[in-house]
């Protein structure tokens, strides 16, 4: 269905963030609609949308037939994303990694303080960026539940990715769609982050590690996925 369907990934990337990205890239002049992901769609046509990818059809544009006459706006596409990141249980970033990402000097990790260590401190930012670059990664051992040896890491790594490369491309039409990278990390904070569904009030420092992270996603994934 929906969620659990995985027979036409590409690099772990499940069909229905692809078909939405899809879309976007066949019909870029939507990039500019102003709101993009902070404004609703129809929460109807949304659910038409995946009744249609439940039964396997991920084009979205052959869908226009189920959304009247103003067809797919881009809110509805959007928030068709949005809904299967929400359906995640633990989101893409977990609880241990986001501890390792945001409070790396609670963590006692040998290596943060080796590579703070060795940095002056007008570099130290950097510093923090280069740690956050292996922990992503996967070449901290001291990550159990995060090394290159899960399967189940290496396809929220790479959903995560795909997701962050995408809303860069998103951040790039903010002159007309409103929509810089500080202001999605505000609307997909709480899909991204574990810990954010447990709480209403999710740490700022969050806000501002997602809104690093979409703005300089390639520099921060060693690897090309799309």
Same mark, same amino acid.
């Given at each position: 269905g929906f +969620?659990e369907?995985? #027979?036409?990934m590409r %690099?772990?990337?499940p !069909?229905?963030?692809q078909a939405?990205? /899809?879309?976007?890239?066949d019909?870029q002049?939507?990039?500019n ?5 902070r404004?609703?769609g129809?929460e ?8 249609e990818?439940?039964?396997g +059809?991920?084009?979205? #544009?052959?869908?226009? %037939?189920?959304?009247? !006459?103003?067809?797919h706006v881009?809110? /509805?596409?959007?928030?068709v994303l949005?809904?299967?990141l ?11 990694l ?9 963590s ?9 260590d060795s940095s002056?401190p007008?570099t ?5 960026r280069?740690?956050r670059?292996k ?7 001291n ?12 396809n ?6 795909y997701l962050l490369?995408?809303l860069?491309?998103?951040?790039k ?9 500080s202001?999605?990390a505000?609307?997909f904070?709480?899909t ?12 700022h ?13 390639y520099?921060?994934f060693?690897d090309n996925i799309?």
């Amino acid at each position: 269905g929906f +969620i659990e369907n995985t #027979s036409e990934m590409r %690099h772990d990337i499940p !069909a229905p963030i692809q078909a939405v990205r /899809n879309w976007f890239e066949d019909n870029q002049t939507n990039y500019n609609q102003e709101g993009l992901f902070r404004v609703q769609g129809s929460e109807k046509t949304i659910a038409k949308i995946i009744e249609e990818m439940d039964c396997g +059809i991920y084009d979205i #544009s052959s869908m226009d %037939h189920l959304c009247g !006459a103003d067809g797919h706006v881009p809110q /509805n596409v959007s928030g068709v994303l949005k809904k299967y990141l929400k359906y995640l249980p633990e989101g893409l970033i977990h609880t241990t990694l986001e501890y390792y990402l945001m409070y790396p000097e609670r963590s006692q990790d040998p290596t943060y303080y080796h590579m703070i260590d060795s940095s002056q401190p007008e570099t130290s930012a950097q510093a923090l960026r280069e740690y956050r670059k292996k922990c992503l990664n996967g070449e901290l051992e001291n990550i159990d539940c995060y090394t290159h040896q899960s399967k189940q890491y290496k396809n929220l790594r790479s959903i995560l990715q795909y997701l962050l490369f995408f809303l860069n491309k998103v951040s790039k039409f903010s002159n007309t769609n409103k929509m810089a990278a500080s202001n999605l990390a505000i609307v997909f904070v709480p899909t991204v982050f574990h810990s954010v569904r447990e709480t209403i009030m999710p740490d700022h420092g969050l806000n501002v590690l997602l809104e690093d992270l979409i703005e300089k996603c390639y520099w921060y994934f060693v690897d090309n996925i799309i």
